[in-house]
């Protein structure tokens, strides 16, 4: 297909290349041709493997329903349920970009959104595509942090006023109500508009994404763009994106900046999202993660962003159409350190410079963190900051109670990490599957996105303690924190209730050394030393190494039988005592304890 030209008089830009064209109706592409909830794969620990559906009928107890019919299958009977490959529209909705912030509430749990606030009892983030806001305890997160290589610079969401200081409007744009309830945007009038939003600090390379709306119809005279303006060595060039209204899909237009060979994208009406990635070797524009346009880098700096529709003389009446603009976001790119002191007592920012700063992080919202150090409160914006790492304190997690499931489900390009987390399944409908997570609440995992639903089994689960231990007396590098917090280590717990069910604890961890044949210590272990201890209100009752049965090199979750009686309601101590060799008593076993859980397990209904 071949451009058509618009009637509107242009000034004389750079030269663009085209490709073919490219049908993208956004983010919200439904997973099947007919509208309907796409299939799933489940493994049963049968070992069968059927084609069917998560469901929970009239609210009821959840299950997989085959494809080939019979009776649904009770989801405690499951291993994994995955998306099915060869449904239409494959495992997952159409690529986005992933939201700047990664929180984690311990080892591989993450979850992806916008920062909202941190006080000093919550983390709040907005995630998915609705911006549902999730307020995690703060005491259960371990991390919150960019992502990785870049530093959030500035985030417009357009909900308040226009800031002054920022934007430079000369006629037609203002922030106001979006039609429904979509909140408010940025609205650019069809009859000549323009505005300048001045970026806080030059972005050298990085990327700006925004989301826009598409007519969806063609008026001969009318356009709007949005301009990026560098910096250049003989003054501004700029790289217009042309998002409506007198071309059937938008174009790429450059002034005194590098030429972009351009590929069609012929849109639906409605919402999209644009993302434009620069440095100084590339330029890369995209909507929906459908290339739009590629080129070399600009020679300058991105300086400000510019907002403007132009009308000829004889352009079609507008009839209430308008540019509306929402979630401007623009990062900065930066090359990532290591090496990093761990201080597990009290809050650190990492700085984007490599730096460390200690103290006690105070609050922090979309824009600035507040530390307090040695009595003085401290501002650092985000361009500064490449992530906050919280003090590690033991605090237990309220219940969660039903199947307990691992989620993974992709928030951006396929290739990049998904989110994960941990807890019961609570409910689920054609769009989501919920589950209860410790520390974050109900968290919905969307159903075209998700990669994998591992089923661990019926439980109700009390998170004794998210953080990361080091248990020895040496410096390893390959452990979290490197510097051992002892031989010894007890973590206080309150049960308001105490189950009539089995009870386990439930441990990941690494580097334990194992009671088994071939073991380095082996003969050590089965004489009663170098072992790490378990006890309950005093009591000893196990040890975490003849539950180990290979080196334990990477992270492997250890499930440790309560005996009855130990556990009490009320008040608890769980406590880990280490042990040294028989020829060298002061030897420890350096290990890392990542997760500590107490649950009490439920039997699985048979199989039909």
């Given at each position: 297909?071949?451009?058509?030209?618009?009637?509107?008089?242009?000034?004389?830009?750079?030269?663009?290349?085209?490709?073919?064209?490219?049908?993208?109706?956004?983010?919200?592409?439904p997973?099947?041709?007919?509208?309907?909830?796409?299939?799933?794969?489940?493994?049963?620990?049968?070992?069968?493997r059927?084609?069917?559906?998560?469901i929970?009928?009239?609210?009821?107890?959840?299950?997989?329903?085959?494809?080939?019919?019979?009776?649904?299958?009770?989801?405690?009977?499951l291993?994994?349920?995955?998306?099915?490959?060869d449904?239409?529209?494959?495992?997952?909705?159409?690529?986005?970009?992933a939201?700047p912030?990664?929180?984690?509430t311990?080892?591989?749990?993450?979850?992806?959104?916008?920062?909202?606030?941190?006080?000093?009892?919550?983390?709040?983030?907005a995630i998915?595509?609705?911006?549902?806001?999730?307020?995690?305890?703060?005491?259960?997160?371990?991390?919150?942090?960019?992502?990785?290589?870049?530093?959030?610079?500035?985030?417009?969401?357009?909900?308040?006023?226009?800031?002054?200081?920022r934007w430079?409007i000369?006629?037609?744009?203002e922030?106001?109500?979006?039609?429904?309830?979509?909140?408010?945007?940025?609205?650019?009038?069809p009859?000549?508009?323009?505005?300048?939003?001045?970026?806080?600090?030059?972005?050298?390379?990085?990327?700006?994404e925004l989301?826009?709306?598409?007519?969806?119809?063609?008026?001969?005279?009318?356009?709007w763009?949005?301009?990026?303006?560098?910096?250049?060595?003989?003054?501004?060039?700029?790289?217009?994106?042309?998002?409506?209204?007198a071309?059937?899909?938008?174009?790429?237009?450059?002034?005194?900046?590098?030429?972009?060979?351009?590929?069609?994208?012929?849109?639906?009406?409605?919402?999209?999202?644009?993302?434009?990635?620069?440095?100084?070797d590339?330029?890369?524009?995209?909507?929906?993660?459908?290339?739009?346009?590629?080129?070399?880098g600009?020679?300058?700096a991105?300086?400000?962003?510019?907002?403007?529709?132009?009308?000829?003389?004889?352009?079609?009446?507008?009839?209430?159409?308008?540019?509306?603009?929402?979630?401007?976001?623009?990062?900065?790119?930066f090359?990532?350190?290591?090496?990093?002191?761990?201080e597990?007592?009290?809050?650190?920012?990492?700085?984007?410079?490599?730096?460390?700063v200690?103290?006690?992080?105070?609050?922090?919202?979309?824009?600035?963190?507040?530390?307090?150090?040695?009595?003085?409160?401290?501002d650092?914006?985000?361009?500064?900051?490449?992530?906050?790492?919280?003090?590690?304190?033991?605090?237990?997690s309220g219940?969660?109670?039903?199947?307990?499931?691992?989620?993974?489900?992709?928030?951006?390009?396929?290739?990049?990490?998904?989110?994960?987390?941990?807890?019961?399944?609570?409910g689920l409908?054609?769009?989501?599957?919920?589950?209860?997570?410790?520390?974050?609440?109900?968290?919905?995992?969307?159903?075209?996105r998700?990669?994998?639903?591992?089923?661990?089994?019926?439980a109700?689960?009390?998170?004794?303690?998210p953080?990361?231990?080091?248990?020895?007396?040496?410096?390893?590098?390959?452990?979290?924190?490197?510097?051992?917090?002892?031989?010894?280590?007890?973590?206080?717990?309150?049960?308001?209730?105490?189950?009539?069910?089995?009870?386990?604890?439930?441990?990941?961890?690494?580097?334990?050394?194992?009671?088994?044949?071939?073991?380095?210590?082996?003969?050590?272990?089965?004489?009663g030393?170098?072992?790490?201890t378990?006890?309950?209100?005093?009591?000893?009752?196990?040890?975490?190494?003849?539950?180990?049965?290979?080196?334990?090199?990477?992270?492997?979750?250890?499930?440790?039988?309560?005996?009855p009686?130990?556990?009490s309601?009320?008040?608890?101590?769980?406590?880990?005592?280490?042990?040294?060799?028989?020829?060298?008593?002061?030897?420890?076993?350096?290990?890392?304890?990542?997760?500590?859980?107490?649950?009490?397990?439920?039997e699985?209904?048979?199989?039909?």
């Amino acid at each position: 297909m071949t451009a058509r030209t618009s009637s509107l008089p242009r000034p004389r830009f750079g030269l663009v290349a085209w490709g073919l064209v490219v049908i993208s109706a956004g983010a919200s592409a439904p997973p099947t041709q007919d509208g309907s909830p796409g299939g799933e794969v489940a493994e049963l620990r049968d070992g069968r493997r059927l084609t069917g559906r998560l469901i929970a009928p009239d609210g009821g107890p959840i299950a997989f329903e085959p494809g080939t019919g019979g009776d649904p299958i009770p989801v405690e009977r499951l291993l994994e349920v995955r998306p099915d490959a060869d449904r239409p529209g494959g495992a997952a909705g159409k690529p986005v970009e992933a939201p700047p912030f990664l929180l984690s509430t311990g080892l591989d749990r993450r979850l992806s959104g916008r920062l909202v606030s941190i006080d000093g009892e919550a983390v709040r983030l907005a995630i998915g595509p609705d911006g549902r806001e999730v307020s995690a305890d703060r005491r259960g997160v371990s991390s919150l942090v960019q992502r990785p290589g870049e530093a959030r610079v500035a985030a417009e969401s357009f909900e308040g006023d226009l800031d002054a200081e920022r934007w430079s409007i000369r006629t037609g744009v203002e922030a106001a109500p979006s039609p429904g309830d979509e909140g408010r945007a940025l609205t650019i009038s069809p009859d000549e508009a323009e505005a300048r939003y001045r970026l806080p600090e030059p972005i050298e390379a990085g990327r700006v994404e925004l989301s826009f709306t598409w007519g969806g119809r063609e008026l001969a005279g009318r356009r709007w763009s949005v301009d990026l303006v560098f910096d250049g060595p003989l003054g501004e060039e700029i790289t217009r994106v042309v998002l409506g209204w007198a071309d059937p899909f938008p174009s790429v237009e450059s002034r005194g900046g590098p030429e972009i060979v351009v590929q069609p994208l012929v849109l639906e009406p409605g919402w999209h999202r644009l993302s434009a990635r620069f440095g100084p070797d590339r330029t890369l524009l995209a909507i929906d993660g459908d290339q739009l346009g590629r080129g070399a880098g600009p020679r300058g700096a991105l300086i400000a962003l510019r907002f403007r529709s132009e009308p000829a003389r004889d352009a079609e009446p507008a009839n209430g159409l308008q540019g509306r603009v929402d979630d401007l976001l623009a990062v900065r790119s930066f090359e990532p350190t290591s090496g990093f002191e761990v201080e597990p007592g009290q809050d650190e920012l990492r700085l984007v410079s490599g730096d460390q700063v200690w103290g006690e992080v105070v609050s922090a919202d979309e824009d600035r963190v507040r530390l307090l150090v040695l009595d003085r409160e401290l501002d650092f914006s985000w361009s500064e900051v490449a992530g906050l790492y919280f003090r590690r304190e033991p605090f237990p997690s309220g219940p969660v109670d039903g199947p307990i499931a691992r989620a993974e489900w992709e928030v951006g390009d396929p290739d990049s990490r998904p989110d994960r987390v941990e807890g019961a399944i609570v409910g689920l409908d054609d769009g989501e599957i919920r589950l209860a997570v410790p520390y974050l609440g109900t968290i919905p995992v969307p159903r075209d996105r998700f990669r994998r639903l591992e089923i661990l089994g019926r439980a109700r689960q009390v998170v004794l303690d998210p953080h990361a231990r080091h248990l020895g007396d040496q410096l390893m590098p390959e452990l979290d924190p490197p510097l051992p917090d002892g031989d010894r280590y007890e973590i206080p717990f309150t049960l308001d209730t105490l189950p009539d069910r089995p009870a386990a604890l439930v441990i990941d961890a690494v580097q334990v050394e194992g009671d088994y044949d071939g073991g380095r210590f082996v003969e050590d272990l089965r004489n009663g030393f170098l072992k790490t201890t378990l006890a309950l209100n005093g009591e000893e009752f196990d040890d975490l190494n003849r539950h180990v049965e290979d080196a334990n090199r990477s992270p492997s979750r250890l499930r440790i039988p309560v005996p009855p009686g130990l556990l009490s309601e009320g008040e608890n101590v769980l406590a880990f005592r280490q042990l040294g060799r028989e020829k060298e008593k002061e030897y420890r076993d350096d290990l890392g304890l990542l997760r500590v859980a107490l649950e009490w397990t439920e039997e699985a209904p048979e199989s039909p």
